[in-house]
Every structure is written in structure tokens, then in C-alpha cells.
């Protein structure tokens, strides 16, 4: 069995992210969680949107002539700017989530795999009549995610 990864997460570097996203979440206080019928409702801006609000903003700025009384100019800079800056941000937490989420996904496999094979042996253990290995085989087959009695799945996924 080839192990793929191997991972371990210090107790400093557990405190050390820990503070890190304390320190992140108090230097972003204006973020918010939205109920999932408001983000339906919301116009939502891309790449091209966002390019559209950017040029709209400048000409606005460049034009205030043109800008409607009720069109607050002060409110629309701050969230073009705020948009921006969150993107920048944004990205970069993207990719670090992707990578948590791969290594995460690499190290689980590789625990299911060093499981597989544990349970396997304890299987046959169970079945030689290995003193305690009966209590403790009908635990883990109670635990095997999606395995119903007498099916083992080649590639089992875990959720």
C-alpha cells in the first residue's frame, strides 16, 4: 500500500492559524452572511460586471453633471473600491481552500486506505476466531460507510 502523503499539523501551528484567522476575521469587520433566498434575489457581478461597475464609477466621477442627485457618489466609490480590495482577497483564499480541500481529500484517502486494510485483516481475524476480534469487526462493519451486510465496495467513497 502506498501511503501518498504524510501530514501533521503542529500544536504551534494550529495556535498560529487560529490567531491568523482571528486576526483575518477582525481586519474584515464589515463581512456578512447572507440567507440563501437574499443571494438568489441579488444581481451578482462577474468579470464583466465588475468591469462595467469600474468604468461606470470613473465616468461617473469624471461626469458629476450627469450623476442623479439621489445617487450617492461617496457610497458607490467605497463599494467599487471594497469589491476590488474583497476580490484580491478572495482569490487568494480560493486557493488556499483548494489546496486544504486537495490535501485534505489526499490525507483522507489515505486513512480510508490504511482502514480498508485494517479491516480486511480484522476480518479475517474475526473469522479465525482471534479472541475479541468478533466485538470489535462487528463494530467497524457497523461503521463502513455504505456497506450493507455481505457487500464490501471496490472503491468506496466516503462522505
Do not use: W
Not at 21 to 26: A, P, S
Not at 123 to 132: R, T
Amino acid at each position: 500500500m502506498e501511503n501518498k502523503i504524510s501530514f501533521v499539523i503542529s500544536e504551534e501551528a494550529k495556535a498560529n492559524i487560529s490567531k491568523a484567522m482571528e486576526t483575518i476575521i477582525q481586519n474584515l469587520p464589515g463581512l456578512v452572511n447572507l440567507k440563501a433566498a437574499d443571494r438568489r434575489a441579488l444581481p451578482k457581478m462577474g468579470d464583466k460586471s465588475f468591469s462595467f461597475v469600474s468604468k461606470a464609477f470613473e465616468y461617473a466621477a469624471q461626469n458629476p453633471k450627469i450623476v442623479p442627485a439621489f445617487l450617492d457618489m461617496a457610497e458607490f466609490e467605497k463599494d467599487t473600491v471594497g469589491t476590488a480590495e474583497l476580490k484580491k482577497v478572495l482569490i487568494s483564499m480560493h486557493q488556499l481552500v483548494e489546496k486544504l480541500d486537495d490535501t485534505t481529500l489526499l490525507t483522507g484517502s489515505d486513512a480510508l486506505a490504511s482502514a480498508l486494510v485494517f479491516y480486511t485483516a480484522l476480518k479475517g481475524a474475526a473469522k479465525a476466531g482471534e479472541p475479541g476480534m468478533k466485538t470489535v469487526y462487528a463494530d467497524l462493519q457497523s461503521r463502513y460507510p455504505g456497506h450493507s451486510k455481505g457487500t464490501t465496495p471496490a472503491n468506496p467513497v466516503v462522505n
